[in-house]
T-cell receptor
Framework: GQSLEQPSEVTAVEGAIVQINCTYQ??????LSWYQQHDGGAPTFLSY????GLEETGRFSSFLSRSDSYGYLLLQELQMKDSASYFC???????????FGQGTTLQVKP | NAGVTQTPKFRILKIGQSMTLQCTQD?????MYWYRQDPGMGLKLIYY???????DKGEVPNGYNVSRSTTEDFPLRLELAAPSQTSVYFC????????????FGPGTRLTVL
């Protein structure tokens, strides 16, 4: 079967750095994506890792280790608007089929 | 571009009723997806399509049907609604599947009573 594990909640202060981990067990792994979802809104794409290593996009970075079946999302210089849910999602075929984790709720405090 | 649009935004159904959730994208994307999201949970794939005339099941297809007669439209049909289908439904699209970013519509909030 397919499963992803991520922490349910993380709290951090404005300006800090936070890391959200994701471990997965899937067959036919193609890549790992991260999506952000504000309360009541639609998910929006943040990043994709197809190969091992770090991908950086502005304040956000994402890391993948295929051998460890592990990835993380790193958010730097946290802002209040970063308070949202963050989902890792495994892509397990070239059709783009996604299996989502249950999400991590990030609360940024002043 | 409007992106991905969904109608209706909200709907209340009685048990046993049927309805169609509409999804349209104007980005000429080949791939389209339907997800459901229960409170506090991640999204689960219901059905997907890799192009007009081609559809396939996702993780949770039971109780739903889809069709894809055009590139733009990907309606989701609920037959004989049940309380377990109370959820938020998101439609998404991407240009070429795989690692491509998926663009999501605003969602339809469905309650079955």
């Amino acid at each position: 079967g397919q499963s992803l594990e991520q922490p349910s909640e993380v709290t951090a202060v404005e300006g800090a750095i936070v890391q959200i981990n994701c471990t997965y067990q899937t067959s036919g792994f193609y890549g790992l994506s991260w999506y952000q979802q504000h309360d009541g809104g639609a998910p929006t794409f943040l990043s994709y890792n197809g190969l091992d290593g770090l991908e950086e996009t502005g304040r956000f970075s994402s890391f993948l280790s295929r051998s460890d079946s592990y990835g993380y999302l790193l958010l730097q210089e946290l802002q209040m608007k970063d308070s949202a849910s963050y989902f890792c999602a495994v892509i397990f075929s070239n059709t783009g089929k996604l299996i989502f984790g249950q999400g991590t709720t990030l609360q940024v405090k002043p | 571009n409007a992106g991905v649009t969904q109608t209706p935004k909200f709907r209340i159904l009685k048990i046993g009723q049927s309805m169609t959730l509409q999804c349209t994208q104007d980005m000429n994307h080949n791939y389209m997806y339907w997800y459901r999201q229960d409170p506090g949970m991640g999204l689960k794939l219901i059905y997907y399509s890799v192009g007009a005339g081609i559809t396939d099941k996702g993780e949770v297809p039971n109780g739903y049907n889809v069709s894809r007669s055009t590139t733009e439209d990907f309606p989701l049909r609920l037959e004989l609604a049940a309380p377990s289908q109370t959820s938020v439904y998101f439609c998404a699209s991407s240009f070429s599947g795989g690692a491509d970013e998926q663009f999501f519509g605003p969602g339809t909030r469905l309650t079955v009573l």
